[in-house]
């Protein structure tokens, strides 16, 4: 059902944004897919090219289309030894993008129960875009097996900054391992909530005293009264 939507939505993209000779098909245009790969010649491949952003809401439908079936099926040659990586950064631009219909397209795959890499990238452009309409798949996420996934999901969450998620929240980062509280500090930071200081103490107490720095960034920047927000 969700190929045959992005199929539908490929059909609805306007020939006028396709640009130059490329015809009706922007998905398969040289505009769209010569973007797309600027990021994967990137040194930093999470930068988006201007000519990708530039294309606004008509690249969501072949953004979301990569993200799920890998670049190939747009005959992107670049990814057909890196699929993982074309549908990481599908997902990454999409979230760059800032728009309703990415947004609405990044909640609908937080619905669908991605896992691995391709679902930490997902989290990672939730607690940038932070869509209050992504709560309810966040929080069944608090819950995951994969402690990288609570914690990310935990971020989030933190990012969309409901007070009334606290609870929630400070039972999943009691459970977390050591290697993801420095996360789940910055989580509470977005959250903004001076009720997190006694629980980013008891967190804080479980690393070494050399690892222990971002947690207590963490904690004296809300007790200031100046915490960091999502960018």
């Given at each position: 059902?969700?190929?045959?939507a992005?199929?539908?939505?490929?059909?609805?993209?306007?020939?006028?944004?396709?640009?130059?000779?490329?015809?009706?098909?922007?998905?398969?245009?040289e505009t769209?897919?010569?973007a797309?790969?600027?990021?994967l010649?990137?040194?930093?491949?999470?930068?988006?090219?201007?000519?990708?952003?530039?294309?606004?809401?008509?690249?969501?439908?072949?953004?979301?289309?990569?993200?799920?079936?890998?670049?190939?099926?747009?005959?992107?040659?670049r990814c057909?030894?890196?699929?993982?990586?074309?549908?990481?950064?599908?997902?990454r631009?999409?979230?760059s993008?800032?728009?309703?219909?990415?947004?609405?397209?990044l909640?609908?795959?937080l619905?669908?129960?991605?896992?691995?890499?391709?679902?930490?990238?997902?989290?990672?452009?939730?607690?940038?875009r932070?869509?209050?309409?992504?709560?309810?798949?966040?929080?069944?996420?608090l819950?995951?097996?994969?402690?990288?996934?609570?914690?990310?999901?935990?971020?989030?969450?933190?990012?969309?900054?409901?007070?009334?998620?606290?609870?929630e929240?400070?039972r999943?980062?009691?459970?977390?391992?050591?290697?993801?509280l420095s996360?789940?500090a910055r989580?509470?930071?977005?959250?903004?909530?001076?009720?997190a200081?006694?629980?980013?103490?008891?967190?804080?107490?479980?690393?070494?005293?050399?690892?222990?720095?971002?947690?207590?960034?963490?904690i004296?920047?809300?007790?200031?009264?100046?915490?960091?927000?999502?960018?």
């Amino acid at each position: 059902m969700r190929i045959l939507a992005a199929a539908i939505l490929l059909a609805t993209v306007p020939a006028a944004v396709a640009g130059g000779s490329d015809g009706p098909d922007l998905c398969r245009g040289e505009t769209f897919q010569r973007a797309f790969a600027d990021g994967l010649d990137s040194m930093d491949y999470l930068s988006v090219s201007k000519e990708l952003l530039a294309l606004g809401d008509a690249a969501v439908p072949c953004l979301d289309l990569v993200a799920h079936q890998g670049g190939t099926v747009l005959g992107i040659s670049r990814c057909e030894n890196n699929q993982a990586i074309c549908r990481s950064w599908a997902v990454r631009a999409l979230a760059s993008l800032k728009s309703e219909a990415a947004d609405r397209s990044l909640i609908h795959m937080l619905r669908e129960g991605l896992s691995g890499p391709q679902l930490y990238g997902l989290l990672t452009a939730m607690a940038s875009r932070h869509p209050a309409a992504a709560r309810p798949s966040l929080l069944k996420l608090l819950r995951a097996p994969d402690p990288g996934v609570r914690s990310r999901a935990l971020l989030a969450l933190g990012a969309i900054g409901r007070k009334n998620d606290f609870d929630e929240m400070a039972r999943c980062a009691r459970g977390l391992p050591s290697a993801e509280l420095s996360r789940a500090a910055r989580a509470f930071e977005f959250l903004a909530d001076v009720r997190a200081v006694p629980l980013l103490h008891e967190l804080a107490s479980r690393l070494a005293e050399s690892s222990r720095g971002d947690i207590k960034g963490s904690i004296s920047r809300l007790e200031v009264g100046r915490p960091l927000r999502p960018e």
